[in-house]
Nanobody, 134 residues
Framework: QVQLAESGGGLVQPGGSLRLSCVAS????????IIWFRQAPGTEREGFSC????????YYLDSVKGRFTVSRDIAKNAVYLQMNSLEPEDTGVYYC???????????????????????????WGKGTLVTVSS
């Protein structure tokens, strides 16, 4: 059974940092893309980062590029999202999600996932709340 569990959210001041974790079970990441979504109050869910499981390549929306970094620990079957220079606009519920994608298509799917709502993504964590406020 595929499961994803996020953790690490909380309250942080503008300019601060947080590190979110997404621990996966029931599958190995080689055959999946891992996508980070967020949903701010009153807005649609939006994909802002994607990790290709086959080659570890990461993709970012412009709004987070240079501030957020995705990494993975294959042994732990975990993906991490390091968020620096956080802004109030980063407030929202953060989700990690996964889709099984052929290795040759993962990079294309990751590019398409950015700014998308993820309505077709199969597996989701329950989300973790990030609040950036002074």
């Amino acid at each position: 059974q595929v499961q994803l569990a996020e953790s690490g959210g909380g309250l942080v001041q503008p300019g601060g940092s947080l590190r979110l974790s997404c621990v996966a079970s029931g599958f190995t990441m080689d055959d999946y893309v891992i996508i980070w979504f967020r949903q701010a109050p009153g807005t649609e869910r939006e994909g802002f980062s994607c990790l290709s499981g086959s080659d570890g390549r990461s993709y970012y929306l412009d709004s987070v590029k240079g501030r957020f970094t995705v990494s993975r620990d294959i042994a732990k079957n975990a993906v991490y999202l390091q968020m620096n220079s956080l802004e109030p606009e980063d407030t929202g519920v953060y989700y990690c999600a996964a889709d099984q994608i052929s290795r040759t298509m993962q990079d294309l799917i990751c590019e398409a996932a950015l700014a998308a709502t993820g309505s077709a993504v199969e597996f989701w964590g329950k989300g973790t709340l990030v609040t950036v406020s002074s």
